[in-house]
C-alpha cells in the first residue's frame, strides 16, 4: 500500500509564481488534511476536506486554495508565492471521525 | 496564539535514560491527545493517543500521562534506545468532529546518544 503520496517532493519558485501540490491517498479515507511545518511552529493546519465535496479553512489559510478532486486527491494551490510560503508541506488523510491521521513524506518548497 | 504549547524544544538523553516532553493546552473542548514521532526525511507518524477520562496510557516502553485539571499531558519514552531519535509532537484535538483537526505543538527534537 502507497498510503499518501505527495508530489513533488522538492520544489524552489521565484516570487509570484504559482504552483500545485498533488496528494492522493489509496486508504479509502474520508478526510484529508494540508499541514505546513515550520521550525518551533510544529504543523498548522492550512485547509481540510471533511469529506468529498467539501473543504474548509485551517488555521493558515491565506494565500492558499484547495481542491478536492475526488475521494482519492486534494491539491494546494498556491497561487501567488511568497517566501513566507517556505516551508514543508505535509498532506495526511483519515477516515471521518477516527482519531488517527496518515501523513505524506512532506513536499519541501522553497520561495526565493 | 498557540493552543498546543510543548517543551523542551530538543533533549539529549543517554541509551538507557529516560526522556520527557510536556505539552500544555488551552481549550478545555480537546477530547482527544495523540503523540506524533517523525523521522528526518519522513511524514509524521501516530505514536500513542490519550482519552481525557483516563490518566495513564502505557504501550511498550513510551508512556503518556494525562493532568486534566492543569490541562498537561507528558510523554515518557523509558529505556531510551538510538533508534527514538526523532522530533516529536503532542497534538490535541476533538473525536468525532468533522475532519478530525488536530492542533500540535511545536516539537521536541529528542537525541539518544549510544
Known amino acids: 500500500n502507497a498510503g499518501v503520496t505527495q508530489t513533488p517532493k522538492f520544489q524552489v519558485l521565484k516570487t509570484g509564481q504559482s504552483m500545485t501540490l498533488q496528494c492522493a491517498q489509496d486508504?479509502?479515507?474520508?478526510?484529508m488534511y494540508w499541514y505546513r511545518q515550520d521550525p518551533g511552529m510544529g504543523l498548522r493546519l492550512i485547509y481540510y476536506?471533511?469529506?468529498?465535496?467539501?473543504?474548509d479553512k485551517g488555521e493558515v489559510p491565506n494565500g492558499y486554495n484547495v481542491s478536492r478532486l475526488n475521494k482519492r486527491e486534494f491539491s494546494l494551490r498556491l497561487e501567488s508565492a511568497a517566501p513566507s510560503q517556505t516551508s514543508v508541506y505535509f498532506c495526511?488523510?483519515?477516515?471521518?471521525?477516527?482519531?488517527?491521521?496518515?501523513f505524506g513524506q512532506g513536499t519541501r518548497l522553497t520561495v526565493v | 496564539q498557540q493552543q498546543v504549547k510543548q517543551s523542551p524544544q530538543s533533549l539529549i538523553v543517554q541509551k538507557g535514560g529516560i526522556s520527557i516532553i510536556n505539552c500544555a493546552y488551552e481549550?478545555?473542548?480537546?477530547?482527544?491527545f495523540p503523540w506524533y514521532q517523525q523521522f528526518p526525511g519522513k511524514g509524521p507518524a501516530l505514536l500513542i493517543a490519550?482519552?481525557?477520562?483516563?490518566s495513564e496510557k502505557k504501550e511498550g516502553r513510551f508512556t503518556i500521562s494525562f493532568n486534566k485539571s492543569a490541562k498537561q499531558f507528558s510523554l515518557h519514552i523509558m529505556d531510551s534506545q538510538p533508534g527514538d531519535s526523532a522530533t516529536y509532537f503532542c497534538?490535541?484535538?476533538?473525536?468525532?468532529?468533522?475532519?478530525?483537526?488536530?492542533?500540535f505543538g511545536g516539537g521536541t527534537r529528542v537525541l539518544v546518544k549510544p
Open positions: 481549550n478545555t473542548a480537546f477530547d482527544y
Open positions: 490519550i482519552r481525557p477520562d483516563v
Open positions: 495526511a488523510s483519515s477516515v471521518w471521525g477516527d482519531t488517527e491521521a496518515f
Open positions: 476536506s471533511a469529506s468529498e465535496g467539501t473543504t
Open positions: 486508504m479509502n479515507h474520508n478526510s
Open positions: 497534538a490535541a484535538g476533538w473525536i468525532k468532529a468533522a475532519g478530525n483537526k488536530l492542533t
